[in-house]
């Protein structure tokens, strides 16, 4: 069964940085693309940011460019986000998918975490 789990998230001050880590298990996701995707209260999911299966591609949420990294790491089936210089427009849950194709498409993603909730306050 393909799973993917979130975890790094919490509350941290405005300026701060996280690492957020998503480990997938199911060999099949190696071949896989993940995104980072956030749901902030009230609000609709957005995309944040995306990684190809191997790591060579990657695109980011014009909110976040500059700001938040993505990279993978295949033999610890592990994606990571960093994320700096937070602000508290930034606060949501965090969730990552896989999808056999890479987009920044939510609908393209079928596998999905539970989310880890990150919220930036002083």
């Known amino acids: 069964q393909l799973q993917l789990v979130e975890s790094g998230g919490g509350l941290v001050q405005p300026g701060g940085s996280l690492r957020l880590s998503c480990v997938y298990s199911?060999?099949?996701?190696?071949?896989?693309?993940i995104g980072w995707f956030r749901q902030a209260p009230g609000k609709e999911r957005e995309g944040v940011s995306c990684?190809?299966?191997?790591?060579?591609?990657?695109d980011y949420a014009d909110p976040v460019k500059g700001r938040f990294t993505i990279s993978r790491d295949n033999a610890k089936n592990t994606v990571y986000l960093q994320m700096n210089t937070l602000t508290p427009e930034d606060t949501g849950v965090y969730y990552c998918?896989?999808?056999?194709?890479?987009?920044?498409?939510?609908?393209?993603?079928?596998?999905w975490g539970q989310g880890t909730q990150v919220t930036v306050s002083s």
């Open positions: 199911g060999f099949t996701l190696d071949y896989y693309a």
């Open positions: 998918a896989g999808s056999p194709y890479y987009s920044k498409e939510q609908r393209r993603y079928d596998y």
């Open positions: 990684i190809n299966s191997d790591g060579s591609r990657t």
